[in-house]
DNA sequence: CATGAATGAGAGTTCATTCAT
DNA sequence: GATGAATGAACTCTCATTCAT
């Protein structure tokens, strides 16, 4: 029946141009991090992410609204992908001590590899200072980031730990990443003579001992 | 005789000029520290701070090559702070231990304090990237960041700590303390549910204990 | 015959499909004015226009060749109502001052009433300058501007006033119309502490005894 | 003495850089008021004044904070050339039918000459609404066109009108200039076959005729 | 030493309009 | 006929910096 086609055309037809349209979106968001890359947070402008998407200027407020849209997509797309990393890491049958160990060090190796990738996690404060972003954005930005730390507090309560410290825990080993790479890419661990890799290994063995002490007690 | 003073004349008026000139960048950076601590590293421009000197804009580079030397020096001068609040915290008689804590927690609350004085510390990293000051001037300020966390280096050798691992510890402190305090005032700490001051006290926990193990056996 | 309608039919279609179009236009200029009549001539875009009509902007262009052109359109639209706003104003059996009165009046309160018309009528002269409509279209507007003022005109030569003197003082209306309103909606009057209406009563009287000045005289 | 001119020197040296500033200012108005003049109000901008002054963009905001100032300080200027031209015609010893002859008639003579000074003049109404200058600063400007109007206001009173009726004929006089100069840069007037100084002409004789009328009677 | 003037580059954003599909 | 995409020019305004005086 050609009917049928009449029925579905316009479906198909929308659909297609939103894919485009997203592909076309997700090239725009492409180039805004290769700039970011490139240049860091104060040299990326809308002018510069456009001609490097090879768009004008104008073009590029068709997919995003602001400049600071595009940084929320950016950031968004980051989480995602720090996620992915650290499910990549966690495999079947691991044991929680195992399960502990490859979150966490998924997570440190993300932003470790990626260090823009940190810049982005803390562009909205600039100088310590909370940005704009829609708070809805914010909440959503903020829970992937609690995502991609669950492995962690799951992996801490699984081998003992109370909910209160199992929480208090992962928060604070959020802490002690951003804060290692924090030192580290501003070549303030150099100047101590000291590697972020081993010093986050220590971090993790502490843990791992503090985690184990809180487990099951002798008589279990 | 009068005509000796023709010879040291020229160095004392020279040496007075000089004492002059700077009181007055002292002054100017005294106001760019107003400036920035009232409005923060984006509201702070060359012209605020000339007016709030009480000069206009071309005065200023007089005293100061550019606006990142201003920065530098306000920084520097931040950490001059952070030394004096740490060795007003260290008092005669105390136990290693004692030193050990009050010098980590003097280090944690002038930043927790003083949110813009950590803005300082890592602007030079707007968004994790090394920022332009003279090579010196960077060691210069590291070395008085080193300075800062001294005693508690100190303390942990005292209780009977290896050197390499009492640097170590003192590294994982620092970067531990930055972390905490990033995450704070970007709220992201808040969204854990945690404490930045709970958190802390619980670290310091742990590292006396550490260093307590460390320390001299029983039979030593 | 159904071939015969092989003859006519294509008239007839596109007969239809000019009435499609027309109403089309028409919807397209609604949207048009009710754009104008909530935002102002500032706050007018053809993205809005677009927007309320139901349609991209590109497709604006099927029915207008420009912005002008729309403004053009709505400024006939608006002489329409203009008219039909005077029509209404003169009932049968009224003496020939009663017409004048009433035609006046009628103008008066049209624009006092819809200043966003006023506007329009005076866009054509962003800050006085003739606009860019066709020679064509601005003598059609024009003729529509006359008609409303005719009823006045008419009443006047009734009144007894000869021909040239009837156009001069219809001429002097409009004008005093247009300055009164125009002091009326940028405040110019009421710091005057006038107020617009009594002013025009004041000037319709004097015309009315210009008017029965210029009349048949007692004995004449 | 020498000495004196140290008293005095940092007040001359202060007066010469004021007036100097006012010099520039005055040129960057100059040219503001040349582009205003040849481009009207859409093709007047920042850029095109800094360019007709020979400056770049950024150096015209040490004049003026920003373009509705410059607006403001235009019409300003052009209020005052007004008010120069109506003071230009009031000779002494005129009888107060001629000074209320010669002072409506410098006013509309001033706006025939100059049509962009009405412009500028009913700037504040881009399409009809009031526009964002201070409220000081407007206020001020309206003294000053009641001040252009003033001399019209004192003859009514000296040759017998009452002060309310001789405040109200002020205002009808003005909105009648306003609309005739309006209907004639329009072109509006031209198509009624009509001329506006014939039209003022007329205007004024009715007008002095009503002052007579409300003048002192023969016996009174 | 300090001023006042000016530069020049650049920021984000808006808009009427065009055109292939 | 209408869409969606894109253009290109324009807009006001800010800022660190330079330099003759």
Same mark, same amino acid.
């Given at each position: ?5 009449? !029925? ?8 297609? #141009? ?19 890359? +490139?240049?860091?947070?104060? $040299? ?14 104008? *073009?590029?407020? @068709?997919?995003? &609204? $602001? ?8 950031? $968004? ?18 044991? &929680?001590? /195992? ?9 440190? /190796? ?15 404060? =600039? ?5 704009? #972003?829609?708070? +809805? ?5 903020? *829970? ?5 730390? =669950? &492995?962690?507090? /799951?992996?801490?309560?699984?081998? $003992? ?31 101590? @003579?000291? /590697?972020?890799? *081993?010093?986050? !290994? ?6 791992? +001992? ?11």
């Amino acid at each position: 029946m050609t009917t049928t086609s009449s !029925d579905t055309a316009p479906d198909r037809r929308s659909a297609r #141009l939103q894919a485009m349209h997203e592909a076309r979106r997700a090239h725009v968001l492409a180039a805004a991090r290769e700039v970011f890359m +490139a240049l860091g947070l104060e $040299g990326t402008s809308m002018r510069e992410i456009a001609q490097r998407a090879g768009y004008t200027p104008g *073009a590029i407020y @068709g997919y995003f &609204p $602001g400049k600071e849209d595009i940084y929320g997509a950016l950031l $968004g797309e980051s989480l995602e992908r720090l996620n992915a990393g650290v499910a990549a890491a966690l495999a079947d049958g691991q044991s &929680p001590v /195992d399960r502990l160990r490859a979150g966490a060090r998924a997570f440190f /190796d993300f932003y470790r590899d990626n260090p823009r990738d940190l810049d982005l996690g803390f562009y909205l404060f =600039q100088g310590m200072k909370p940005r704009g #972003l829609t708070p +809805a954005l914010d909440d959503a930005l903020n *829970a992937r980031l609690r995502d991609a730390l =669950q &492995p962690v507090r /799951d992996a801490l309560r699984e081998i $003992g730990m109370p909910a209160g410290a199992a929480l208090a825990e992962t928060t604070a080993l959020l802490a002690h990443v951003a804060g290692l790479l924090l030192l580290s890419h501003t070549g303030r661990i150099r100047m101590f @003579g000291q /590697d972020p890799e *081993a010093l986050f !290994d220590a971090y993790l063995d502490a843990l791992a +001992a503090r985690a184990a002490a809180a487990g099951p007690g002798p008589a279990e």
